[in-house]
């Protein structure tokens, strides 16, 4: 039976490198579309074609280097398109967001992790994101030697793996300081645990929320 959401629900995946958050949404996004609930499923930075563009100068174009405010632009930029093209349209449909990082992980990759004063952080996201925030952020925690492991097990790392372990101690730290400080909104789930344990623990916590604005249609 199709489902029919009272508002658009947004629910952002969050966590360190290699924390399986790319799988889980998707798997998420895959089982709440066959449940019969509209479903966009999209990630940063990328989710446009701009996007795309961007994603590759951060993360692939090994030649072409930037500070750290330039960095956080980049990604900013890339969530002002997104925000505009892919999210905002698809909240005011009233379709479910499923987003594989969004502006928490830019607190926690060039706030914590780089050092960029995390005032300016706001100021800049506050215009990205045009008021935009998750209903929910789930935040898959993992030790940063095993995240790191797994996220480069059969294929090449990209620039922001091979950052130093202290860059990916900071960020880590950072993730946790952040859902500490808005615990109701940010879930923090153990990622290091059997694959059908950590979406089980996934599951329990989207369920209610998504349960909450759903009618049969």
């Known amino acids: 039976m199709a489902k029919e959401m009272t508002k658009g629900l947004f629910i952002a995946f969050e966590g360190p490198e290699g924390c399986g ?16 609930h509209e479903v966009v ?38 969530r002002a398109e997104h925000v505009r093209e892919v999210i905002i349209p698809a ?13 928490t992980a830019t607190f926690a990759y060039q706030g914590y992790g780089l050092g960029v004063d995390l005032g300016l952080v706001k100021a800049v996201d ?8 998750p209903d929910m952020v789930v935040l898959l925690d993992i030790d940063v030697a095993s995240g790191l492991k797994r996220a480069a097990s059969g294929r090449a790392a990209d620039k922001m793996e091979k950052r130093s372990l202290d860059f990916h101690n900071r960020v880590r730290d950072g993730y946790l300081a952040i859902a500490e400080n808005d615990p109701e909104r940010i879930h923090v789930i153990d990622s290091a645990g059997e694959i059908e344990e950590v979406y089980r623990c996934i599951k329990e916590r989207t369920h209610g929320l998504i349960e909450r604005y759903t009618r049969a249609r």
Not at 21 to 36: D, M, N, V, Y
Not at 126 to 133: H, L
């Open 41 to 78: 499923h999209t990630a940063e930075p990328g989710g446009t074609a701009l996007g795309k563009k961007i994603r590759e100068i951060l993360l692939e174009k090994e030649d072409i280097h930037f500070n750290s405010r330039a960095e956080l632009f980049l990604f900013e930029a890339d």
């Open 21 to 36: 958050k790319s799988t889980h949404s998707k798997r998420l996004a895959k089982e709440l579309s066959s449940a019969g």
């Open 91 to 103: 909240l005011e449909s009233r379709k479910i967001v499923i987003c594989d990082r969004f502006n």
């Open 126 to 133: 506050d215009i990205a994101t045009s008021g935009i925030a």
